[in-house]
């Protein structure tokens, strides 16, 4: 049974992601991530890159951590895991000053000397496009390669669109591929920026969805 027949079967559900799951939302997310542009040029050094990768997800989720519902899984009954995405909500995006300092020694150690200026031109990057009007902002989707094109991951932002669309309150992402683009015009964003990282980088999309009138 193929893993698109076996999903059919069983079914999966939507929840926030338990802390013990950590290091297996890592592991599906350096999977999904594993021929991501801008990922591979922020880890260049093809040694131990998967591992550098996982580590960075870990870190990613630890800053969620605080936020009450910052990660999201789709899941299986049994606990297999098919997609992760990490959501802020308004006002909530961007760590503390002190915060980030603090994770300075650990990003180091995941991209190392080279990839460290880069993460960093990334990161300011995605700083001075960010817009100032509250939102919600999906900083990382990634679905299990096995699964792609089953629409877990769909399923996964539809139910957090349906809640930013009750509220009445717009979201905001950065596509660092070009096909996804259309994916994600499909739930309603608009690119509204196209960023150009220093030193030949890969470019991203910034995109932006208001909320849905009358939901």
Not at 153 to 161: C, F, N, P
């Amino acid at each position: 049974m193929n893993p698109r027949t076996a999903l059919s079967a069983t079914g999966y559900g939507i929840r926030c992601a338990r802390p013990v799951e950590s290091g297996a939302i890592a592991a599906l997310l350096t999977r999904a991530f594993a021929d991501d542009p801008v990922m591979v040029w922020m880890v260049p050094e093809p040694s131990g890159q998967e591992g550098r990768i996982a580590r960075f997800f870990r870190l990613a989720q630890h800053r969620q951590r605080p936020r009450a519902g910052g990660v999201r899984v789709a899941a299986t009954d049994g606990g297999q895991l098919l997609a992760a995405a990490l959501w802020s909500g308004p006002g909530r995006w961007k760590a503390s000053a002190v915060r980030e300092l603090a994770t300075v020694p650990s990003y180091a150690r995941v991209f190392g000397v080279r990839g460290l200026s880069r993460a960093a031109s990334v990161q300011n990057a995605l700083e001075e496009a960010h817009p100032h009007a509250p939102h919600w902002y999906l900083s990382t989707l990634g679905t299990d390669p096995a699964i792609q094109g089953a629409g877990v991951g769909s399923a996964l932002v539809r139910e957090q669109l349906a809640h930013c669309d009750r509220l009445g309150q717009p979201a905001y992402l950065e596509s660092s591929k070009t096909s996804n683009v259309p994916f994600y015009e499909g739930f309603g964003f608009r690119v509204t920026h196209e960023m150009r990282l220093p030193g030949g980088g890969p470019p991203l999309w910034s995109m932006w969805r208001d909320a849905a009138p009358g939901r």
